[in-house]
């Protein structure tokens, strides 16, 4: 029970922060949170993620029937649930209307771009998820065909939805993909946006890989053979300490940046 109020109260703390980071506007967005094989915290529809209490979130089975709780769930229940269903690893996730990301989802043009080495090991390639009308069966089959290669998609038209081993990855995941659409379009005004190196990719994924870090990545880099079927949760860091990481992410960040000089 008392893990059960701590999850209900991290809910609320990040949909204030969507809220407050303009992700989303008025009642828009949705969280949900697994907390064990058949039992789900979910946000209500018609309550804006910036002033929800721990007492409007529902709880709900994998089916969506409602088993406590006095509000009603968000009506893009489905696609939670979808995800939860398709992958056994993820605990958490997050659909918002962040304005850059929005805009790639509405222009068509999914993140699949090597423009940064942290996009490239962190976020992979981020896909569109074909277009469906909310609250019906369209949006999950849409995302069943990505989820399991991937970190979370843009939902053509729509906005974004983003899963994780954890609520404050999938929140990750999303600050990660909307700002990663911030500077691509920066670039692109600038006419500037070019990409890394096949090579430069190559590098990163072996960093992603030795991280545990599933999915796909730009330029059809592919990641060494076995990683997608072991399904991976695709995490940040999985298995390594705080120092392995910073050591890699230094001695990456270092390879790259001599390749990237030799071309300046
Ligand atoms: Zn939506």
């Given at each position: 029970m008392i893990t059960e109020i701590k999850y209900k109260k991290q809910i609320c703390d990040?949909?204030?922060?969507?809220?407050?980071?303009?992700?989303?506007?008025?009642?828009?967005?949705?969280i949900s949170i697994r907390i064990s094989d058949n039992e789900f915290l979910i946000t209500p529809t018609g309550v804006s993620k910036g002033s929800?209490?721990?007492?409007?979130?529902?709880?709900?089975?994998?089916e969506g029937n409602v088993l406590d709780g006095d509000y009603r769930p968000t009506s893009e229940m489905k696609m939670h649930l979808l995800v939860y269903q398709e992958r056994p690893d993820i605990q958490a996730v997050v659909h918002v209307h962040p304005p850059f990301?929005?805009?790639?989802?509405?222009?068509?043009?999914?993140?699949?771009?090597?423009?940064?080495?942290?996009s490239v090991v962190f976020l992979g390639t981020i896909p569109i998820a074909e277009y469906g009308t909310p609250s019906t069966?369209?949006?999950?089959?849409?995302?069943?065909?990505?989820?399991?290669?991937?970190?979370?998609?843009?939902?053509?038209?729509?906005?974004?939805?983003?899963?994780?081993?954890d609520l404050e990855h999938a929140y990750y995941l999303l600050e990660s993909i909307e700002f990663t659409a911030k500077i691509n379009w920066i670039?692109?005004?600038?006419?500037g946006d070019r990409e890394l190196s096949k090579t430069?990719?190559?590098?990163?994924v072996e960093m992603k890989t030795k991280m545990g870090i599933a999915g796909k990545s730009p330029l059809g880099v592919d990641t060494p053979e076995g990683i997608h079927s072991k399904k991976v949760t695709p995490s940040i860091g999985q298995g390594l300490s705080?120092?392995?990481?910073?050591?890699?992410?230094?001695?990456?960040?270092?390879?790259?940046l001599n390749e990237l000089k030799k071309h300046l």
């Open positions: 990040i949909g204030k922060r969507i809220y407050d980071k303009g992700f989303v506007a008025a009642n828009d967005g949705n929800l209490t721990p007492e409007m979130i529902i709880k709900v089975d994998k990301a929005t805009a790639f989802a509405i222009a068509g043009i999914p993140l699949d771009q090597a423009i940064m080495p942290e069966e369209e949006i999950p089959n849409a995302v069943k065909k990505y989820v399991h290669e991937h970190q979370g998609v843009l939902l053509e038209n729509h906005g974004t939805l983003t899963w994780g081993k670039a692109k005004q600038l006419n430069h990719v190559q590098t990163l705080e120092h392995d990481l910073n050591v890699i992410i230094e001695g990456v960040s270092k390879k790259v």
